[in-house]
């Protein structure tokens, strides 16, 4: 069983420029997350999707930070602009129930 | 509000050694465990958990942790320790709050020394 793919692996840019980032849940997964993971803290939820409608988007700085799930499978996550305390790594998860959580490798951002 | 706390941001331990990560939640309702596991520049595995059923849980790497309903405690053991196991392990709980969430402790850095 393919797992969660996500890209770019890592991308590098300037503040007030924008960026997208990629992710493919595994097959059959209704539930996609996206995270974002600061150095030496936790994941922060961003966004919450259930199959392609947003069951929890509480914490996504709104004005800079939007995410869609067409078709409920794929995911992009964009910033724009980049600020450069949005430098972290980006993590999409995917579940089939209430539980498990199955993430992919991440997406490392620096802003400079 | 729900929280997870993770005592020890390290935890520096020597090779074959035995190890505990200290792991403690606030909730007054029934919760999921879970530990992940996030090896260098790698994404979150997870490494066990407990939904129901036995208390004491395991992973197929030597890992364990025992639910302790009243202290609200999820620590994770290991006997002996291999420099494989580097990593930061996580706690995290999910609860209901119109919605499962998944409420995440700090981490707490396993550091194997030879």
């Known amino acids: 069983e393919a797992g969660v793919a996500q890209s770019p692996r890592y991308k590098i840019i300037e503040k007030r420029q924008s960026v997208a980032f990629w992710c493919n849940p595994i097959?059959?997964?209704?539930?996609l997350y996206w995270y974002q993971q600061i150095l030496g803290q936790g994941p922060k939820l961003l966004i919450q999707?259930?199959?392609?409608?947003?069951?929890?988007d509480s914490q996504l700085p709104k004005d800079r930070f939007s995410a869609e799930r067409l078709k409920g499978v794929d995911s992009t996550l964009k910033i724009q602009p980049a600020k450069l305390e949005d430098s972290a790594v980006y993590l999409c998860?995917?579940?089939?129930?209430?539980?498990?959580?199955?993430f992919g490798p991440g997406t490392r951002l620096t802003v400079l | 509000a729900q929280s997870v706390t993770q005592l020890d941001s390290q935890v520096p331990v020597f090779e074959e050694a035995p190890v505990e990560l200290r792991c403690n939640y606030s909730?007054?309702?029934?919760?999921?465990l879970f530990w992940y596991v996030q090896y260098p520049n790698q994404g979150l595995q997870l490494l066990l958990k407990y939904l129901s059923g036995s208390t004491l849980v395991e992973s197929i790497n030597g890992f364990e942790a025992e639910f302790n309903k009243s202290q609200t405690s999820f620590h994770l053991r290991k006997p002996s320790v291999h420099i494989s196991d580097t990593a930061e392990y996580f706690c995290a709980v999910s609860v209901w709050d119109s919605n499962y969430q998944l409420i995440w402790g700090a981490g707490t850095k396993l550091i194997i020394k030879p």
């Open positions: 909730s007054s309702v029934s919760v999921y």
């Open positions: 999707f259930q199959n392609n409608g947003v069951v929890d």
């Open positions: 097959s059959g997964h209704a539930t």
């Open positions: 998860a995917s579940s089939q129930g209430l539980d498990t959580q199955y």
